[in-house]
């Protein structure tokens, strides 16, 4: 179940209880900034900490002062509620 396509309304519906995630080309998106690369690369690390518990995977650009972070779930080839649980938890962060 957790694993099952959201529609186009469902996707909107859940955006609408996250803060700046974007839908993109299929994936949710979010450009987080930091004041250095030491702390962009430390909250990269905590993201990857999180994915390997959820056994769910984001993909990342990173460098001096940023982080964006793509979500989708793959197996399912379109956005699911793991992708919104993902991207609550990264939040938190
Ligand atoms: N991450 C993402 N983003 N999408 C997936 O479909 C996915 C994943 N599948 N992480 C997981 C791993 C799956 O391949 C393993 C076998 O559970």
């Not at 793509?70 to 938890?89: M, N, P, R, V």
Request: glycine share 6%; hydrophobic share 45%.
């Amino acid at each position: 179940m957790e694993r099952v396509k959201l529609s186009a309304e469902e996707i909107l519906a859940n955006l609408a209880e996250l803060n700046y995630w974007k839908f993109i080309d299929g994936k949710l998106l979010k450009r987080f900034a930091f004041p250095n690369f030491a702390e962009s690369l430390s909250f990269i690390n905590k993201i990857g900490e999180i994915a390997e518990a959820q056994d769910h995977h984001p993909d990342i650009n990173f460098g001096w002062g940023y982080a964006e972070i793509f979500i989708t779930t793959h197996d399912a080839g379109g956005i699911t509620t793991k992708d919104f649980e993902l991207a609550k938890k990264i939040d938190a962060v």
